[in-house]
């Protein structure tokens, strides 16, 4: 009986918790656009997403307060890097503007209460 009225307590707190963390009313299309870059070229089969996905390569929930915009750009057109015993992620060829919208969407990725997930900020 403890656990299922714990049970009920702890749904009762998510109800009331998860609506005040929401902020979907910050997608642009910029962000829509950035998450189909990202679907599009299967990140997700080499990075994490909020602790999601495969660990191959770093957490980039929080990429874009840990780096900024203008690293993330150059990183990404400067692969692959070349350097010898290290993994290399692919060359996509993006254009600016799909830069700037996978940013965009990095951005809003970032500003997701997440309370503090992952622990290790790198992922």
């Given at each position: ?31 829509v ?80 209460n ?10």
């Amino acid at each position: 009986m403890f656990f299922f009225l714990l049970f009920l307590a702890l749904t009762f707190d998510t109800q009331g918790v998860l609506p005040k963390r929401d902020h979907r009313e910050n997608i642009t299309d910029a962000v829509v656009r950035g998450k189909h870059i990202w679907e599009r070229n299967d990140c997700i089969g080499c990075h994490t997403l909020l602790g999601e996905g495969a660990y191959f390569a770093p957490e980039l929930g929080n990429v874009y307060k840990r780096r900024g915009p203008d690293f993330i750009k150059a990183w990404i057109k400067g692969q692959p890097t070349g350097v010898p015993g290290r993994r290399q992620m692919p060359q996509f060829h993006l254009t600016d503007q799909e830069l700037d919208d996978l940013v965009a969407f990095f951005k809003w990725t970032s500003e997701i209460n997440t309370s503090n997930w992952p622990p290790n900020i790198e992922g």
